[in-house]
């Protein structure tokens, strides 16, 4: 019996051995205010992350006058191809992912991140008088702002990360401006009860609290100046009533917001969405509709002059049940109609390709091996498939970090050609895959976001070491990389334009108030702007036509124009 039970702690503790050997190869560093852990690979990363986080300080300290009282610890964790950061205020901590993905389309990454997550830290943080006494006895759970409504909380940390550029954050953003603009203009804006109690299963999901609460937040300190918004802030931190916000938020914060504004928050939303209607009187979108508005629709391509499509959308087929749905489907021009090409059980954040009746595609993946402990050691990788247009067969290429991915055709092969980023460095490797191998292309100094290709050029995009955006290609003979347009502005979704002989790409440029497509000829180096009007987002060339998305408040349409 007792060898049993010394049998049995082995095997616990050994378990317990494995589940945490990557804190062994953890370090830690320390500055002025903060205390960053992370694993030795990292240390490069790390070093930049506590200077962007001291760095922060004078800016976050202007959102949320909260000072420094103690060191905040960080932690960096490596979950793959997951891109986020969170707060955990029991005890107050902040994690960050070190991955970009989809948040890329900012100036700094990096920056951005750390600004959102230290805003949160010590807003959530932020007690005085009696509550003070009462965190102090029992902890974190009676600091006042946990109470707050996610709006406040994520609309807070938005307009701190959009602060420190024109070129960064959310509300610099043309797809969040774009949004408001057309809710607005057709009467859809959300109402403070709906984005309270949100549904994340209503466009624009998750995104919800993050949007309004920004919009919301930034009128209050351009009309009311951010002095009455510390004054908010302060006076929520030191009064016991915000523990009743949940139950009673006219007892709260609307009466502390009478204190300060004079003015309920329902009065002052109201104000803001009438604000929000009358800015959005001269907005227009040139073109006509050629879908529906429902889900999203973030990739077009096309094909052979055939327009495609990746949609998602949440359905709703019965009470209480919900479920994703995404899918490719094909345009007839003639018929003015979409035929489903391929039903999808499983969704993509990056731009497909067609080549012959080969349609490729990566999917997400768990995969353990990566250096976090929240995750015990799993994170995400891509699954590029192969799906088959004539059978509807769907074979598995290979599964492997992919950051972006091109295929292109030589003697009537599929080459294949993916990026791996350094994590948060403007740094990147270039592998191809043949025959099942995987082999090292080339090296780039650009952090890559998007790849495409002709039978003799690379073409990609992403950010170069002076965090500035270009587009850039490859000779695949000489391997000579060029940086042919470059801007301060984001750019993404790129295609080549292949009816017109390969010699054209087309790239959307975000420039915080519009979203414009652009196309840049390769033999006269002439970049000139393809689309009209405020909003043309995804844009693609089918002839002398131009096709597009538009957001809107139950999600984004496709929509086409001439040239």
């Known amino acids: 019996m007792v060898t049993k039970l010394y049998l049995f702690i082995f095997c616990l503790l050994l378990s317990v051995v494995t589940v945490h050997a990557a804190f062994w190869d953890w370090k830690a560093m320390e500055s002025n205010h903060f205390r960053l852990y992370y694993p030795q690979q990292y240390s490069e990363q790390a070093l930049t992350t506590i200077e962007i986080l001291e760095n922060s300080i004078p800016l976050v300290e202007k959102v949320v006058p909260n000072p420094f009282f103690r060191k905040i610890p960080i932690i960096l964790e490596d979950f793959g191809q997951v891109a986020n950061g969170f707060v955990i205020p029991f005890p107050m901590k902040v994690n960050l992912m070190m991955y970009k993905g989809n948040f890329t ?135 016991f009533t915000s523990y009743a916000m949940m139950l009673f938020p006219s007892m709260s914060l609307d009466k502390l917001a009478w204190q300060v504004y004079g003015k309920s928050i329902e009065r002052l939303y109201q104000e803001w969405q009438v604000d929000e209607k009358e800015q959005s009187d001269d907005w227009h979108i040139v073109g006509k509709s050629i879908s529906d508005d429902r889900g999203v629709k973030p990739f077009l391509l096309v094909n052979d002059e055939r327009l495609y499509m990746f949609h998602r959308h949440v359905d709703h087929p019965d009470s209480f049940y919900y479920k994703r749905v995404s899918g490719i489907s094909k345009y007839d021009s003639e018929l003015d109609s979409w035929s489903l090409v391929k039903r999808l059980y499983r969704s993509t954040d990056q731009p497909f390709e067609i080549r012959g009746s080969s349609l490729y595609i990566t999917f997400p993946q768990m995969q353990s091996g990566f250096t976090n402990i929240t995750m015990f050691g799993y994170g995400v990788i891509q699954e590029l498939v192969n799906l088959d247009l004539v059978t509807g067969e769907e074979t598995t290429v290979f599964k492997d970090k992919i950051d972006a991915f091109t295929v292109y055709q030589d003697d009537s092969n599929d080459h294949i050609i993916f990026a791996q980023n350094r994590a948060w460095m403007s740094e990147s490797i270039l592998y191809r895959w043949e025959n099942n191998v995987k082999q090292k292309f080339l090296s780039l100094p650009i952090s890559v976001s998007e790849l495409s290709s002709t039978s003799d050029l690379l073409v990609g995009v992403g950010q170069n070491r002076q965090n500035q955006w270009v587009v850039f290609t490859v000779d695949f003979s000489t391997l000579v990389v060029t940086e042919v347009f470059v801007s301060p502005w984001s750019l993404s979704h790129l295609t080549v334009d292949r009816s017109n002989e390969g010699n054209n790409v087309v790239f959307t440029v975000n420039k915080g108030r519009s979203l414009e497509t652009y196309g840049l000829n390769f033999n006269t180096n002439e970049v000139r702007r393809l689309s009209s009007g405020d909003y043309a987002d995804s844009g693609v060339v089918s002839g002398k036509g131009l096709f597009f998305t538009v957001i809107g408040g139950k999600g984004s349409g496709v929509y086409s124009q001439k040239i």
């Open 105 to 239: 389309s900012y100036q700094n990454y990096v920056r951005l991140l750390s600004v959102h997550e230290l805003v949160h830290a010590m807003h959530l943080s932020m007690v005085s008088k009696g509550p003070r006494a009462l965190s102090f006895v029992f902890g974190p759970l009676f600091y006042p702002h946990i109470y707050t409504p996610r709006w406040f909380t994520e609309g807070l940390a938005v307009v701190a990360e959009s602060d420190y550029s024109a070129y960064e954050g959310r509300l610099n953003d043309a797809r969040q401006w774009g949004y408001f603009k057309q809710v607005s203009r057709r009467g859809e804006l959300k109402s403070l009860g709906d984005i309270t109690a949100y549904f994340s299963s209503e466009f624009p999901y998750g995104a919800t609290p993050y949007l309004y609460g920004s919009q919301f937040l930034n009128y209050l300190r351009t009309v009311y100046g951010q002095e009455k918004l510390n004054r908010l802030l302060h006076s929520f931190g030191g009064s």
